[in-house]
């Protein structure tokens, strides 16, 4: 592409420059024919008035290659046989790849559900279950059911009759110990005249005498001998005070470890009837029995959560078993599950997942995290499926770019193929706060079929610089933006116009809609041989079509439907082209259509934008004096020009030194350069036009301005195929017709982009007129006689070119060159 508006110059005009063509130049015979400048379509040859009598096409068209490779991809259950979908966007590779997926996962088995539940003996580890399909929301459902009845049945079977009784004589027994133990002290405190007083604070010893208590004061009075007696009494009563308290824990901790059996009796009782229903439900799946055991003796333990004996745990208000924090660890958290046994399951066939945004986490799943009290925290609830636990059993597809994009997502992916196993990791660091509790999951087994879309260049890269890569996509299927073009293609076509026309609910098309719709189908594809099948822009043409045919009253859309829509999609997206003419007409940018000058040339080139491309001049001059053999590229000197255009230069200047001047040096300088170009300049479709233009300026002959010149050239002077010869041509054309067609304007293009034509009407009619002309040519030759009006000539048997063509004049300009540098070297002339 050349990128190109600007500032001013001009070309200086040739002596002698001259109206018409020239001898050869105005032939009319050596222009294309009318007839091959667009090759239509004769709606009465397509065998139908509308698309309703049409079947409509089934799959996708002209992609068998493709659609072949899909299909054993598919069949092959092996390892690795992963599918890579190569074509451009819009080339239906999703609507034909789904529609083989959808036949083919039909007779797949159902995949298993997948639960994770808690790990009661490492609760960092949680513990996958794989289930019947439907099984999993039984699962989950039993086990709230189960808390519902226990939340009730527990607290009840406490404060049962039996249960208050035996705990009553748990509790008598202890107390009647410790009483027993007091009271005989106390007896024996008596006999001894000490009376045991209990307090607030505990116990206190106190002297009696005639069984009244001794005051402190009348104690203190008693002789000292009476007052030691009494105090060794009380040491000998404290000290068995003291071992009867010191049994007083011990005591309790086995009234608590009694009273700890007596719950657990009573618990297991009531949580074995609860899970009765689970267990029968599942009595054939062994990993769901043992977990039920391991949630038995939990619950067992853990009573507490329901009897309202673990504070910490106990909230107030009625909750959601299901949402209750107290039972969280008991529940299950359903990841996969084909559907619900009870309530309706997908009974036939695996699953496809299209993941739209293939993040790490989407792809292989995640840890959330919850936040409690200002920390965050994770659980086994929190795990989160991804496309591949989805997919498992089944086929993931995945958009190749968008999985390239987004960090780890590949080497993720990867690494599940490569292990056959499913990891979740837990959060990457990212700097940012992380979870104090870490979480290592079970890892799932693996068994999925990928599917990747993308580009054939994203394909190239990945397997050149990956080198994992085809060991894990061994299957590459083609779709191609093209198809050949013929009777069967035009009629499949318009089978396809039909099937978008029933799918979608507009109009019927009528015949020369279809007609129009193949002759665009054509153009966009640049070919007049080949059809693009791009479907969405055909879908987006028969919708805006229908619009139109709608608005104007017509019971089914018609070629004049159509033709709007084209019309007023391009004006929608030609702004930029419209610029482009408006620059040339306002002499902004400098194109001359008319007169004839020396050493410059309209070379033409294409404005890509993406979804729309047009055609323009570009004017390219040449100078010439003697040198050292030397042609400079000036939009390569200033790093403007591309390494293509490069190339086109240097092969050029090959051309030239192996077709002038056999016999003397090239004493050359010369120069070659896009005028008013402002941006980069690539591609080497230009050469032949710059060869012409440095040919003129060698030779002193004028070049007719109003023809445009596009082609490349290799170093035997042969015209070869280039990109965009219809934007070129009627890019060049629009400023002709703006500024009035003489006649005497017209294009040169490589003789191999004849069948490439699919030019506008406008054109097509002008050329009919004799007002605008097309000529394709083999050699530079050719063109350049065209582009002069005189002959090029051809070598003699005295090795000289024809006297008066257009090469003899190069030759002897060189061989002058030669003749100077000579004698400014100091050697004489020969």
Not at 207 to 215: K, N, Q
Not at 305 to 330: C, H, K, L, M, N
Not at 660 to 689: I, K, M, R, T
């Amino acid at each position: 592409m050349f990128g190109l508006t600007g500032a001013r110059g001009k070309g200086a005009k040739g002596k002698g420059a001259r109206d018409g063509f020239g001898a050869k130049g105005a032939n009319s015979e050596e222009t294309i024919e009318v007839s091959a400048l667009c090759k239509t379509v004769n709606p009465a040859d397509l065998g139908f008035l509308t698309t309703a009598e049409l079947k409509p096409l089934e799959g996708l068209l002209g992609q068998e290659r493709g659609l072949a490779a899909v299909d054993v991809g598919l069949n092959l259950r092996s390892d690795n046989f992963n599918i890579f979908a190569v074509g451009p966007f819009g080339a239906g590779k999703l609507t034909a790849v789904m529609s083989l997926l959808e036949k083919a996962v039909a007779d797949w088995d159902v995949p298993r559900d997948l639960v994770y539940v808690n790990n009661f003996q490492h609760n960092h580890r949680p513990c996958a279950l794989e289930l019947k399909p439907g099984d999993a929301p039984v699962l989950a459902r039993l086990m709230i059911d189960v808390m519902d009845e226990l939340r009730v049945g527990l607290p009840a079977l406490f404060d049962s009759e039996e249960h208050v009784a035996r705990r009553r004589v748990i509790d008598l027994s202890f107390e009647s110990d410790q009483e027993d133990a007091i009271d005989n002290l106390m007896e024996q405190a008596q006999t001894k005249n000490i009376e045991i007083v209990r307090t607030p604070t505990g116990f206190t010893m106190v002297p009696i005498e005639d069984g009244e208590m001794i005051e402190p004061e009348d104690f203190a009075e008693k002789p000292l001998n009476e007052r030691r007696i009494v105090e060794a009494k009380i040491v000998t009563l404290e000290q068995k005070l003291s071992e009867i308290l010191a049994r007083l824990p011990g005591q309790q901790k086995q009234r608590a470890e009694e009273l700890q059996a007596l719950n657990e009796e009573m618990a297991k009782r009531a949580v074995s009837a609860a899970l009765h229903g689970v267990r029968a439900r599942f009595e054939k799946f062994k990993p769901v029995l043992s977990y039920l055991d391991d949630v038995e003796h939990d619950l067992v333990r853990h009573v507490g959560f329901f009897i309202g004996e673990d504070a910490g745990s106990v909230i107030t208000g009625q909750v959601e078993s299901a949402v209750d924090p107290r039972f969280r660890r008991y529940l299950v958290n359903v990841l996969v599950s084909s559907g619900d046994a009870e309530r309706g399951v997908s009974t036939k066939g695996a699953p496809i997942i299209k993941e739209v945004n293939p993040t790490l986490s989407n792809v292989l799943g995640s840890i959330e995290t919850l936040s409690e009290m200002g920390m965050l925290n994770t659980d086994f609830m929190q795990i989160k499926a991804g496309a591949l636990h989805q997919a498992n059993g089944g086929i993931l597809l995945l958009d190749a770019r968008k999985l390239l994009e987004n960090n780890y997502a590949w080497e993720g992916l990867k690494r599940a193929l490569i292990t056959k196993e499913i990891k979740i990791d837990s959060p990457i660091d990212d700097g940012s706060i992380t979870c104090p509790v870490s979480l290592t999951p079970d890892a799932i087994p693996l068994k999925v079929k990928i599917v990747l879309l993308g580009d054939r260049s994203l394909y190239y890269k990945l397997n050149e610089m990956d080198p994992e890569f085809s060991q894990i996509f061994k299957i590459q299927a083609e779709f191609d933006e093209e198809i050949l073009r013929s009777g069967e293609s035009e009629l499949a076509y318009a089978r396809l116009i039909a099937g978008i026309v029933r799918k979608r609910g507009l109009k019927e098309v009528d015949a020369v809609g279809v007609a129009r719709l193949i002759e665009q189908s054509a153009r966009d594809s640049g070919d007049g041989e080949k059809l693009s099948v791009n479907f969405f822009t055909l879908r987006d043409i028969l919708e805006e079509a229908n619009y139109w045919a709608g608005v104007e009253g017509h019971n089914r859309t018609t070629h004049e439907d159509v033709l709007k829509t084209l019309k007023l999609r391009e004006e929608r997206a030609s702004h930029m082209r419209h610029r482009s003419i408006e620059d040339v007409l306002r002499g902004i940018q400098i194109v001359e259509t008319q007169d004839e000058v020396i050493g410059q040339i309209n070379a033409l080139s294409v404005i890509d934008l993406g979804d729309y491309a047009f055609g323009r001049p570009n004017r390219i001059t040449a100078r010439v004096r003697m040198g050292s053999g030397r042609v400079v590229d000036i939009e390569r000197e200033v790093e403007l020009g591309g390494a293509l255009h490069s190339k086109g230069v240097m092969i050029l200047w090959g051309y030239l030194a192996g077709t002038f001047a056999q016999d003397v040096p090239l004493a050359l300088s010369a120069s070659l350069v896009f005028e008013q170009s402002y941006h980069g300049v690539d591609g080497d479709s230009a050469s032949l036009a710059e060869l012409i233009a440095l040919l003129s300026a060698l030779s002193m002959v004028p070049i007719n301005q109003g023809i445009g010149v596009t082609g490349s050239i290799n170093q035997l002077g042969q015209v070869q195929a280039v990109g965009g010869v219809n934007e070129k041509i009627e890019g060049f054309f629009d400023i002709c017709k703006a500024r009035g067609l003489t006649g005497r304007q017209g294009v040169i293009i490589p003789k191999a982009n004849c069948l490439n034509l699919m030019l506008k009407e406008d054109v097509v009619k002008a050329c009919g007129r004799g007002e605008f002309r097309i000529w394709a040519v083999r050699h530079v030759d050719e063109a350049l006689e065209i582009a002069t009006g005189l002959s090029a000539g051809k070598r003699g048997k005295a090795n000289q070119f024809t006297s008066g063509s257009v090469n003899r004049g190069v030759d002897d300009r060189l061989v002058d060159f030669a003749h100077m540098r000579r004698s400014f070297n100091g050697a004489p002339s020969s």
